[in-house]
């Protein structure tokens, strides 16, 4: 196992919270002693304030069959309620909840009682399409607000997301259809980024080419006006259609446990994993994170997470979290920085934002643009920052900080993953000491642990593997239709401890230090890429014999993918090297998107392998990162290295 460390593990800056700041937080030092206390009646008590239950529950937690478990299964909510309605009859339906701006510059503003009215329609919609509770609604929209209604909907009644992120390829979407089985998709012509339309409806089309699909109906809502192919029969237009429905909807409960969401991620294979999400967990953990991590005053508060709905930092913190509490946010279709680098800030200036959740390599890319940028605008409305996705290193974290945030404001790092629902380590504004670099403690109610590989718990500042000891109401339920890969990736390891695929150790104060992933996961600009499935791709390519794939150190996007290939005995001398190389690197960016599109490939004569045939990742990384090759004495062929350092340098 590789644990890489590219921390300053000297950090010793701390930053207390402003004694007005403390005093006006909302989450309270309490917390902490209340969970310790008594950690299920602490979830119990959350799951009761922070939501309305039509039925409400008896059990809160049943741990009897790990690694299965169950949260307050005989209660029953129903999810959109909780985000809509019940916050129309508090009177608050002339709230705002999305301030939404395009990316050419049109916007919207959204208020509650009239996303409850287009949500209503949207489920009666569903309804009248055949879909029903438990059927899965393939998503594939940009950031629009009909995203945000289309995953409403499909919750209201009791049916299951499965959101495809707009940048997926056909394949991508295509695997993803086929594994869900889904019985509708949802789409547009297209959205906007970079200044230019970018066609959706045509993927969805390709996707559905590749074989006889589940799917019944794709629903297309118009957003660039662009031509689209049109199959009778199949293909509907969203306007159309909600103008035939009902307006009024009742929202039905479901059983705590109803599936809410699957959402697809990288593992260390080939074939991304559907991750399951329930909903009466799922919707506590992100209220309470959602609440106390970004000490949300939703009177007051202009909240912007910049995450697509089509990452799960979209789903918990665009969709279920800031919506079941009521919040004001911002949701924003297009590129940060078109059609002008600044135009961020400009919307942080133009809604007066005040909490901002953003990745790292975000604010790593605006470091190199410079801080005469933010400058320009008006960012004193902001007073919380939040990180989320990879390590965030000290230098952005201040950065961030003073140049965004003015100097004196909070900082939260934000660690969690697809799996976990939720936040599940973060400093509480308000409470928690912060140091740059660190994701600090778990939050309350939440019980982390650093093991050895072996078991055993890491005493000291040792580096070892993160754990999470007790179940918490947002933890995955599964692998949608894999239950064995379920239980083999995460709890073979240390028996009932969920193992997160973390690296991390603790500081002399106790704080948490993420190291990075200790699997063959790359975090690309916080979105996760597995090696194996990049290296399918290019060995389905017919220039390639064998590929491998590492994940580099990187400026700005934490790190970037760097390939290694042979190329076919027949294939050689056909073209330059650096012609192989462009070709195989835009064939990965089709088959799977361009997150995924390699930053170099390198065609080389040979890869380095054990004696068992096993392929040394960390000697093409040291490569890679261009660093001194690393212990090759067990390799098969010690010669192999030199050979390919030949054509990689
Ligand atoms: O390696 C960790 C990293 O991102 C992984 C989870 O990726 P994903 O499921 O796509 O979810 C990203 C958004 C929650 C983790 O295993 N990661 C996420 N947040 C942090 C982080 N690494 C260090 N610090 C963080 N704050």
Redesign the pocket.
């Known amino acids: 196992m590789n644990v890489q460390i590219d921390h300053n593990l000297e950090e010793i800056r701390r930053f207390r919270p402003s004694p007005e700041f403390a005093a006006g937080a909302i989450a309270k030092p309490d917390l902490y002693t209340d969970a310790a206390a008594d950690r299920v009646g602490f979830w119990g008590e959350q799951a009761r304030d922070l939501l309305h239950w039509h039925t409400p529950f008896t059990k809160t937690l049943d741990w009897s069959n790990p690694p299965f478990a169950t949260w307050f299964e005989d209660g029953e909510l129903n999810v959109a309620y909780n985000c809509l309605d019940r916050h129309v009859l508090a009177g608050n339906g002339e709230r705002i909840a999305i301030h939404w701006e395009g990316e050419p510059g049109d916007s919207r503003d959204i208020t509650y009682a009239q996303l409850t009215a287009e949500v209503k329609k949207a489920a009666n919609l569903l309804t009248s399409l055949g879909v029903s509770a438990g059927d899965r609604v393939a998503i594939y929209l940009p950031m629009i607000p009909e995203a945000v209604v289309s995953m409403l909907a499909v919750a209201r009644i009791g049916a299951i997301h499965s959101v495809v992120f707009g940048g997926f390829s056909p394949d991508s979407l295509h695997s993803r259809i086929v594994d869900a089985e889904a019985k509708l998709v949802i789409t547009s012509d297209g959205g906007y980024r970079k200044g230019r339309p970018f066609p959706l409806k045509e993927t969805v089309d390709a996707a559905l080419e590749k074989s006889e699909t589940t799917v019944e109906h794709v629903l297309v809502v118009k957003r660039t006006g662009e031509d689209v192919a049109w199959t009778e029969g199949r293909d509907l237009w969203w306007d159309d259609e909600i103008a035939l429905v009902d307006a009024d909807h009742e929202a039905k409960a479901f059983p705590a446990e109803q599936p809410l969401f699957i959402l697809y991620?990288s593992g260390t294979t080939g074939k991304p994993k559907g991750i399951l999400h329930t909903s009466g967990g799922y919707l506590t953990q992100t209220a309470f994170t959602h609440r106390n991590v970004f000490d949300l005053h939703p009177e007051t508060d202009v909240y912007w997470c910049t995450a697509d709905v089509g990452?799960?930092?979209g789903h918990s913190y665009v969709v279920y979290g800031p919506l079941t509490n009521g919040a004001t946010q911002v949701l924003y279709e297009g590129t940060p920085d078109t059609p002008i680098p600044g135009r961020w800030w400009q919307i942080i200036e133009k809604y007066r934002v005040s909490i901002l959740y953003t990745a790292p390599t975000a604010i790593r890319s605006f470091m190199k643009m410079g801080r005469q940028i933010p400058q320009q605008f008006d960012l004193r409305s902001l007073r919380l920052l939040g990180?989320?996705?990879?390590?965030?290193n000290p230098e952005a974290w201040i950065w961030y900080r003073h140049v965004i945030g003015g100097g004196s404001i909070p900082v939260v790092?934000?660690?969690?993953?697809?799996?976990?629902g939720a936040i599940m380590?973060s400093a509480l504004p308000g409470i928690t000491d912060l140091k740059p670099g660190s994701?600090q403690v778990a939050i309350p109610g939440v019980s982390i642990d650093i093991l050895s590989d072996d078991g055993e718990p890491v005493t000291g500042t040792d580096g070892g593997l993160l754990v999470v000891t007790e179940p918490w109401p947002s933890m995955l339920r599964g692998i949608w239709g894999d239950p064995e890969r379920f239980t083999e990736t995460y709890w073979e390891k240390f028996g009932d401890k969920y193992f997160?695929?973390?690296g991390a150790r603790r500081d002399t104060d106790g704080d948490i230090w993420?190291l990075?992933?200790v699997d063959d996961?790359m975090?690309v600009s916080?979105?996760?890429l597995s090696t194996a499935e990049i290296e399918s791709s290019l060995v389905a390519h017919d220039l390639t014999a064998e590929a491998a794939v590492v994940g580099a150190a990187d400026e700005t996007t934490g790190q970037a993918v760097v390939a290694f290939v042979i190329l076919k005995e027949r294939q050689q001398g056909v073209m330059t090297n650096e012609e192989a190389s462009e070709l195989l690197r835009t064939h990965v960016s089709k088959q799977i998107g361009a997150i995924a599109r390699p930053r170099q490939v390198f065609i080389v004569p040979e890869l380095p392998k054990t004696r068992s045939g096993k392929i040394m990742r960390r000697l093409l990384r040291d490569l890679a990162e261009g660093r001194e090759i690393g212990d090759t004495t067990t390799l098969a062929e010690t010669s192999v290295m030199t050979s390919i350092m030949e054509q990689v340098r």
């Open positions: 991620t990452w799960i930092t990180s989320v996705g990879e390590p965030i790092d934000t660690w969690w993953q697809t799996e976990t380590i994701a997160a695929g973390d993420l990075g992933r996961v975090n916080g979105h996760r």
